[in-house]
């Protein structure tokens, strides 16, 4: 085998991450070292920890950061908690309905952020879903759910969990039937099996989702500026204040890379934490779990209806903000946030569709979202192939580096490639734009584009070429006909996830360049008309047909397979 082969597919996707985002990675580096905010001044100048030190003797700084790091644990807490049991149904659903049932985490996670806070606002407002049902039973309604650290934990948690819930499905159902056969046939109950079978088992896929989700939720901003109503501070929004309105990219470079820190550090101590409980993965002998008589009693007794509401609160906590969104979509209502269904209209929509409010935004998103995802693709199928056929010695080095952004706040990201957009006026805003975001997709398309390389039948490549197909008419007709489920597939979950990005987009987009998430998340934070609900129902509509769609051609229960 040409071991040259691996390394020259590699390239491209090589080559773009060094130029989008090690490059945006290295000036943030540069800027936090300045000694003085220089909007417009060189990148390199003499190094400087002032702002590094400011950072960590401000009490408020201190405590923000402090803030976002328990509203980061709180949320991986409840993503766990809530995503275990969902996780578990999946695992156990019979094979013919695990498809459809993954439409439940699978439509959530594809939909836009800020449509999904707005739900969540619908569900937690006083006039809202969960004070309209608890004053049917004569319960007096709640005014304060809103605008605290508990609705930023909600909303965040039903942002992330579906993240949670693939980790964790994942190693649930790997494992074998034989093992619980064997957990029965020695007298576990099914709360014991999952005690002492499916809990040690599932912890890589814990340990996965725990430093996921942390990371996603600590580098969030949008929930919290939406749901905190300016008493919630996070380090990404402190990061989006300081580079956009105070224009200090210096120190949103030092608070990008003290979150970046931080991230870090949870990843070594989370990893080396659970590792200590998997010691059997390194082949090294461990001691047998001893639970207590009580609490396997405990188990027995309270698991099963425990499990059950647990699923039943996290599928509610996914779906019905999507639900009260499209709902809103016809209430007659003067602004977005009022809950309570006053009366049926269809003005909303009539100005969306027929007076054409949102369309340049519109378009905006969708042109930009086609060309990432070309050129995603395009980066994608080589290393994909890299991965799957042509193994050489620096693969997993490269591997990690083009996973990289997942770990990596986007906002840092965002802050350096604003800076090199601001010193090479020459490159257009839509260009970076599109950089950025074949930056966000690249690691989910990666993965999706190298399952399906691998799931390719080989034989029928060596049987077009016994019969005379030199190698690039067996490409075109037998590997990429063969591959062709996969592309669409990572397509369509790319297109839907830079359509719906605001996180890193809000940094870049201009008064004539602004696409359509942004604008409604903008809107968001002073008064919104109704008409974002319109949009967001539409939004919501087309995830869930385009998932149908993909459904034709690949089992959504694979879509995330390892």
Sequence with gaps: MKRWIGPVLSFPVTAWLLLAFAAPMIVVVLLSLHEYPSPFGPVIQSPSLVQFVKILTDPFYLSVIAETVLL???????????????AYWLARMPSKWRALSFAVILIPLLTNVVVRSLGIMLLLSPQGLINTFTGWFGIPPVETMLFNHGAVIIALAQVFMPFMVLALYDNLQNTSPRIHEAAESLGASPGMRFLTVDFPMSLPGLRSGVIVVFLMATTSYVSATLLGGGKVWTMGMLVLNEAISNLNATMASALSLVMTTVGLGFIA?????????????????????????WVATLVDTVGAPLRYLLLFCSIGLLILPLVLVMVQSFNDVPLATAAGFKGFTLEWYRRVLIEGDYTSNFVVSVKLALVAVAIAVALAMPAAFALARYPFRMRPLLLAFWMLPLSLPGVAIAVGMLKLLQVYLIIPPFAGLVS?????????????????????DRSLEEAAASLGANKMRCFLLVTLPGMAPGIFAASLVGFLMSFGEVTVTSFLTTARLTTLPVRIYSEATFALEPTAHAISALLIVVTTVALALLGKFVRLDRLYSR
């Design 72 to 86: 980061g644990l709180a949320v991986t807490a409840i993503s766990a908690l809530l995503g275990y049991p969902l």
């Design 269 to 293: 101590l989370a990893t080396l934490w659970l590792n200590r409980f998997m010691r059997w993965r390194q082949g090294v002998p461990s001691s047998p779990w001893t639970i207590p008589a």
């Design 436 to 456: 950025i975001h074949v930056v966000v997709i690249l690691p989910f398309i990666i993965t999706l584009l190298t399952t399906s390389a691998m799931s390719l």
